[in-house]
């Protein structure tokens, strides 16, 4: 039963919104429940405002009543970051409404868009007008460009483009007390001061609400070659990685390693997609040339390349698509993965990063000490290899109960892996963020002068600690 506070505040929020933006009753699970169905939580209201006026109404009000707001975009997020606890207590602000475009300066290479503008629409936009914005990711048909840079998103370009955050050049963002800090320069350079921008980027919710944003759009590409290559271990994968790097320079934007057991889900769980040549080779690398000049260029580049690591004993078979068609089939597979394992049950997931150098041997002694301390586990291990940032995700054991299996493993799991990774100067979340999954092992993890610093720039945005709280810091 809500509280009078509660009553009261839900009443105003009617009048700044409407009632039809101030959802309370219904089917809330696509808002209440995280993607990986790990969690569900209970709002007091989802609230859908459309203008900037109207979030900073909403904080106010909030505010007034000392009510916490948990921002939410696509919901996509994969660490129970963006959904309201289970205490009915919470509004959750969905910025999905607020999807306009705001401007396009073709000059200065910029777009602004509003925060919940779908990232796939956004590449869409771009293109249409000759622009590449190359922030991609399997959940782009979903999460937002508000979500994406609060949690800095990476995906299978960072390799030539960066992190969202290198993306990004200007911010719109509500605070705590609902006022707003305008940012949307175009600006390259502005050394005039802390850069708030970049605080605000990868802080899943907690310290503003980004309303806007200014971001980055590059030339399109002349070709984009994709070539599918086996290889017979991680450290052949990263010596084809340097290979790729001397031999096409630039022109190398996505370098991607998939292990054979999540080739083998995507297999069974989506045969149409037709895996190539993960039966006989325990690793598969998926490598991207894209060309200034023209497709010809392009190929005959990425041919050579495969010749040369061929010779070298670094792949054993590759294929190089024959059309555009043909490599987005193949970065659909890579993309399938996360969805394979979902389909293949609940399962633990890592976003972690060492230093590239450092990879093979992480994953041969992490792959060692989990066999050893996990009868039956199963490492779907996949992901970003160009940015030293893998998935280093665990299934559970062939017929076991999943529920009971993250019940009684998870935590071990999760420390066996993040120790490996502080062994070999890690970091324990590349990509998907703290959210709540991982805010108790941040402080074993992260520099106790570093966190101290978080946790005093908290408190000095939010001091009544009513934006996203129990996220990233507690
Ligand atoms: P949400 O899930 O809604 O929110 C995520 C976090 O951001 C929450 O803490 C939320 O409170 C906060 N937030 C959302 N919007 C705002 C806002 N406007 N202002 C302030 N805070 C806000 N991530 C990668 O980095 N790389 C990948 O390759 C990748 N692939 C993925 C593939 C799949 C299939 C899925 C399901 C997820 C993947 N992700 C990946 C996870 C990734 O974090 C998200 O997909 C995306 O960046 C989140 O955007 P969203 O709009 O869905 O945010
Ligand atoms: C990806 O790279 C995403 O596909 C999701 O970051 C990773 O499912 C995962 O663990
Ligand atoms: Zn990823």
């Known amino acids: 039963m809500p509280s009078n506070t509660s009553l009261d505040l839900l009443s105003t929020l009617r009048g700044l919104l409407g009632e039809v933006h101030v959802l309370t009753e219904g089917d809330l699970s696509a808002y209440e429940q995280d993607w990986r169905k790990r969690t569900r939580g209970k709002a007091l209201a989802v609230v859908r405002p459309s203008t ?24 996509t997020g994969l660490v129970v970051g963006g959904i309201p606890d289970a205490t009915g207590t919470q509004v959750l602000l969905s910025l999905r409404r607020m999807s306009g475009v705001r401007s396009l300066d073709a000059d200065n290479l910029t777009i602004t868009v509003e925060a919940g503008c779908v990232l796939q629409h956004l590449q869409q936009m771009a293109e249409q007008a000759g622009f590449l914005f190359p922030l991609s990711l399997g959940a782009e048909g979903s999460c937002t460009i508000g979500g994406n840079l609060a949690t800095n998103a990476g995906g299978t370009q960072v390799l030539r483009y960066g992190n969202v955050r290198d993306l990004c050049l200007g911010l719109e963002v509500v605070t705590a007390q609902g006022e707003v800090m305008h940012g949307l320069s175009g600006l390259r350079k502005d050394n005039t001061g802390y850069d708030l921008r970049h605080l605000m980027i990868g802080s899943e919710g907690t310290l503003g609400i980004i309303t806007a944003a200014t971001i980055k759009l590059y030339p399109l ?99 190089v ?34 230093p590239i150098s450092a990879i093979p041997h992480f994953v041969e002694s992490t792959d060692a000490l989990l066999a050893r301390e996990v009868a039956g586990v199963r490492l779907v291990n996949f992901g970003h290899l160009g940015d030293g940032n893998l998935h280093y995700n665990v299934q559970a054991p062939e017929g076991c109960d999943t529920s009971a299996f993250l019940r009684d493993y998870e935590a071990r799991v999760n420390r066996l892996v993040y120790e490996s990774v502080k062994q070999f100067g890690g970091s324990i979340s590349a990509e998907h963020g703290v959210g709540s999954m991982k805010v108790h092992s941040l402080p074993h993890y992260k520099d106790p002068v570093a966190l101290a610093m978080m946790r005093c720039i908290k408190h000095a945005l939010d001091p009544q600690g009513l934006l996203n709280p129990g996220r990233v810091v507690d």
């Open 52 to 75: 900037i006026q109207q979030v900073t109404e909403v904080v106010k009000a909030c505010a007034q009543a000392g009510v916490s707001i948990v921002p939410q975009g696509g919901n």
């Open 221 to 319: 590409p002349a070709a984009q070659l994709t070539a599918w290559a086996a290889v017979p271990s991680v450290a052949h994968a990263v010596k084809l990685l340097g290979l790729a790097q001397q031999h096409l320079g630039a022109g190398l934007t996505g370098f991607e390693m998939m292990g054979q057991f999540a080739l083998r889900l995507v297999d069974k769980h989506y045969p149409q997609l037709r895996v190539p040549l993960w039966q006989d080779t325990p690793y598969c690398v998926l490598l991207e040339n894209s060309d200034c000049e023209s497709e010809a260029h392009a190929r005959e580049r990425l041919e050579k390349l495969l010749e040369i690591a061929l010779e070298a004993g670094c792949v054993s078979d590759a294929v």
């Open 321 to 354: 698509a024959e059309s555009l068609g043909q490599a987005r089939k193949l970065w659909h597979i890579r993309e399938s993965i996360t969805l394979a394992q979902a389909e293949e049950g609940l399962n633990i997931k890592h976003d972690i990063s060492v």
